[in-house]
């Protein structure tokens, strides 16, 4: 406990803000993908999957490019004036995303949102930078992906209780970013970090024309750059986490049993998160990461902070990859559950420590620029995970294709007009089973649990290709 002693108050702070503002985005970010696919019935937008990954793949992807620039943008004109301006974004995105029905109007807005969250990224993981030591840092890092997943666990827990109304959603996030107002009022720029005299400020196209300059003294370090694409890897199979397992589990796990166990001891809970009796909700059991990662961060932190980054994150990459690979191995909601975990605790040792590995490496005057590469590999992930969710994911376990080849397959005649539910009703109709055993039946005639061997390929060799790293060229460079 005395280590937390060592924290400033702005540490404490710029935690706080991250948690409302991880509170307002993983509010409707864990409902997004189903609120993009579901059937009109359910009160979405009944997007294909390839729509859905279109806007989910180049939307968060280019929210976590632009902080490469917006992070130099904080460095010179304050951190305080920024998070300002990030806040009304936030709040006039949120507020205009139920307005629009179309992919074009959706995704435009959500660009408009993505560009308020990627001002505000690189300066709070800046200013945990700047507010840590090398003796602080392990734990600092630690607390602060705590409560990102603080905030990521209430904010769906909260918004899901409007899920039958997602206008509600977009409002309660818009809400919830808005206390960052108030906190606001006790921030402090940290050390090195002050605003610019008028006097001596440079045009905004000599500012970015700088911010490339700096670029390219990064692009000169082949190290780094091999890093950032090996990391992007792993984050392309960790966004599945929102990309795809929100949609599987709801088109093909059972939860059943989850519901039962909750019905019969927190009965308060199947009345919160079950449209419909013995179904939980997919967000509610997804949401199962942020609740291990609360309760486990310090631990896992304390283990792991006296190891290398780099033989950390190894570790919780490989971790990662079993763990979410078999979350779409099996129907069965418990061992969904436990595959989350096992996920959970390769994120816990792993995901915290990329940051921390690239605070270190950082010039103390360029703190937020550097973290805005630490979302590079995000970005290109963001992207890959786009297609992963997209077409991969369509070829091999979309239900709504399925459930289609299944008609064709067996010659069955179904009405036109038809929302995605009323479909799948009718061919169980003339196929004479119930929702359930239609279900398993196609999941026996079509394996979408083939899914996993996808996922499990690519964490695993963003495992193997990290370690050879660690063993070759950062052993070199740190040999130097």
Known sequence: MNILKKFPQTF??????????????????????NYLTGSFDDGGLQF????????MGIGTGILYFLPVLTGAIADRYGYKKILIISFIIYISAFLMLPLFTSVAGVFFIFIYLAIGAALFKPIISATIAKTTTDETASIGFGIFYMMVNVGAFFGPLVTLLFKGDFQSVFYVSAAIISLNFIMLLFYKEPKQVKEVADSEKKSLGATFKEIFLNMGSIVKDPSFIVFLIIVSAFWAMYNQLFFTLPVFI???????????????????VTEKYSLTPGVMDSE?????DAM?????QVVVSSIVMKMRPLNSMVSGFFVCSIGMALTMASQSGVFTLVAIFIFALGEMAGSPKITEYIGRIAPADKKALYMGYSFIPVFLGNLMAGVISGPVYEQLSDKVLIVKRFASDNGLQIEEGLTNNEYFAAVAQ?????????????????????????ILSIGLLATLLLFIYDRTIAKKKTTK
Do not use: C
């Not at 294909?48 to 806007?55: E, G, H, R």
């Not at 291990?292 to 486990?296: A, M």
């Not at 005639?445 to 061997?453: L, Q, R």
């Open 250 to 268: 709801t088109q093909w796990v059972d939860t059943s049993e989850i519901y039962s166990f909750f019905a019969v001891y927190m009965p308060i």
């Open 430 to 454: 003339q196929s004479d089973l119930t929702a359930q055993q239609l279900t398993n039946l196609l999941w026996d005639t079509y394996n979408p649990s083939n899914m996993w061997y996808v």
């Open 12 to 33: 404490w702070v710029a935690n706080g803000i991250e948690l409302f503002e991880r509170w307002a985005w993983y509010g409707f970010y864990m409902l997004f993908a």
């Open 292 to 296: 291990y990662i609360i309760l486990f």
């Open 48 to 55: 294909s999957n390839n729509q859905k990954a279109l806007i």
């Open 284 to 288: 509610f059991i997804v949401n199962f």
